[in-house]
């Protein structure tokens, strides 16, 4: 199925699809030894280079277990279709994407969403999986040579993540040639002006306001970016109206979610009025008094990472009147390191 706009084309594909993000990332390449070829100490970015312009067509499973052997389609969010042939389930389960070797691993590291620890979908383990093996079957004469990581990120040290790999890792022994590149990715990009100003005011915040901090104020945008990366509305609102193998995978993309962050969502997405804005909004901030959302958990966990600790410093050296170059440096640190909308991909090679 081919849709316009798709999000990361592993969702949009199965359900129109996995509705994962969209991301584009430039691959990592494979540079292929002869015995002919001496590789000098730039391998690493020939490598990187070598296969920017490859396509390869992956398969998975969504039934397919992951490390831990547990099954997306065995979970009770998932919610499989009424009056299903049993001979027709297998093939409904099987998901075949193609596209370029970069944006297939990038969407296999998202798709290997991981928070606080606890994966999210069951189902990224074989996505990767099929991933490693397209690429693998590109590099005839590489011997094995080569390993790729794809690594997405929001902010430096958070606990949001996704990892996927090609390849085998690099012996300790060898003389490993590495390159290192930032391509982009969906979530959309936020703006470092805008941050550093919610922040700013969420610093000013009166008592009792809903927001404490600058920490609150940004990671409402941060996780608000997220989620519509994850589940773009548009989109994700058709399959929450099919009747297709797609519905049962956003229902659980969204269950698996929600469950991580402690927010009951069932309500804004069965039935005739499922709606995924509302759904979306569930999952930012919650329902009840006693669900947090997403909003919140971004919130404390920037505030105390790596990220935070830069931003806060910086904040805190502020003048009360800061001069241009003052706001500008202030700004400046809010993009170096808040990236939700790049995938870092590093290739290895050694002889």
Do not use: C
């Given at each position: 199925?081919?849709?316009?706009?798709?999000?990361?084309?592993?969702?949009?594909?199965?359900?129109?699809?996995?509705?994962?993000?969209?991301?584009?990332?430039?691959?990592?390449?494979t540079?292929?030894?002869?015995?002919t070829?001496?590789?000098?100490?730039?391998?690493?970015?020939?490598?990187?280079?070598?296969?920017?312009?490859?396509?390869?067509?992956?398969?998975?499973?969504?039934?397919?277990?992951?490390?831990?052997?547990?099954?997306?389609?065995?979970?009770?969010?998932?919610?499989?279709?009424?009056?299903?042939d049993p001979?027709?389930?297998?093939?409904?389960?099987?998901?075949t994407?193609?596209g370029?070797?970069?944006d297939?691993?990038?969407?296999?590291?998202?798709?290997?969403l991981?928070?606080?620890?606890?994966?999210?979908?069951?189902?990224?383990?074989?996505?990767?999986?099929?991933?490693?093996?397209?690429?693998q079957?590109?590099l005839?004469?590489?011997?094995g040579?080569?390993?790729?990581?794809?690594?997405?990120?929001?902010?430096?040290?958070?606990?949001?993540?996704?990892?996927?790999?090609?390849?085998?890792?690099?012996?300790?022994?060898?003389?490993?040639s590495?390159?290192?590149?930032?391509?982009?990715?969906?979530?959309d990009?936020?703006?470092?002006?805008?941050l550093?100003?919610?922040?700013?005011?969420?610093?000013?915040?009166?008592?009792?306001?809903?927001i404490?901090?600058?920490?609150?104020?940004?990671?409402?945008?941060?996780?608000?970016?997220i989620?519509?990366?994850?589940?773009?509305?548009?989109?994700?609102q058709?399959?929450?109206e099919?009747?297709?193998?797609?519905?049962?995978v956003?229902?659980?993309?969204?269950?698996?979610?929600?469950?991580v962050?402690?927010?009951d969502?069932?309500?804004?997405?069965?039935?005739?009025?499922a709606?995924a804005?509302?759904?979306?909004?569930?999952?930012?901030?919650?329902?009840?008094?006693?669900?947090?959302?997403?909003?919140?958990?971004?919130?404390?966990?920037?505030?105390?990472?790596?990220?935070?600790?830069?931003?806060?410093?910086?904040?805190?050296?502020?003048?009360?009147?800061?001069?241009?170059?003052?706001?500008?440096?202030?700004?400046?640190?809010?993009?170096?390191?808040?990236a939700?909308?790049?995938?870092?991909?590093?290739?290895?090679?050694?002889?």
């Amino acid at each position: 199925m081919v849709v316009p706009d798709r999000a990361i084309s592993t969702v949009m594909d199965v359900s129109l699809a996995l509705l994962i993000i969209s991301a584009t990332v430039l691959l990592i390449g494979t540079y292929v030894h002869t015995e002919t070829e001496s590789i000098d100490s730039e391998r690493g970015d020939h490598a990187l280079q070598s296969l920017s312009g490859s396509t390869v067509t992956i398969t998975y499973d969504i039934s397919e277990p992951n490390e831990a052997g547990e099954r997306a389609t065995d979970s009770e969010h998932y919610e499989p279709l009424d009056d299903l042939d049993p001979d027709d389930v297998g093939e409904l389960y099987e998901i075949t994407t193609y596209g370029s070797a970069m944006d297939v691993l990038a969407e296999a590291a998202q798709t290997n969403l991981v928070i606080n620890d606890t994966e999210v979908w069951a189902y990224g383990h074989s996505v990767e999986q099929s991933v490693d093996g397209a690429i693998q079957d590109r590099l005839v004469g590489s011997d094995g040579r080569t390993f790729t990581v794809a690594t997405w990120e929001p902010y430096d040290g958070a606990a949001i993540t996704g990892t996927a790999t090609a390849g085998n890792t690099p012996p300790h022994t060898e003389d490993v040639s590495s390159a290192s590149i930032e391509v982009s990715a969906n979530p959309d990009s936020l703006e470092a002006e805008h941050l550093a100003t919610k922040f700013e005011v969420g610093e000013t915040a009166s008592p009792g306001d809903s927001i404490e901090d600058g920490f609150d104020a940004i990671g409402r945008e941060i996780a608000e970016t997220i989620i519509e990366g994850y589940f773009p509305p548009t989109q994700t609102q058709y399959t929450l109206e099919s009747s297709l193998t797609e519905t049962a995978v956003t229902l659980y993309n969204y269950r698996q979610l929600a469950d991580v962050v402690g927010v009951d969502i069932d309500d804004s997405i069965r039935g005739p009025d499922a709606n995924a804005a509302q759904a979306n909004q569930v999952l930012l901030e919650g329902e009840t008094a006693d669900e947090t959302g997403l909003e919140d958990f971004v919130a404390d966990d920037l505030r105390d990472s790596p990220a935070g600790e830069e931003i806060r410093k910086a904040y805190d050296d502020l003048d009360e009147s800061p001069s241009d170059d003052e706001t500008e440096a202030f700004e400046a640190v809010f993009d170096e390191t808040i990236a939700t909308d790049t995938v870092d991909v590093t290739v290895q090679t050694w002889d």
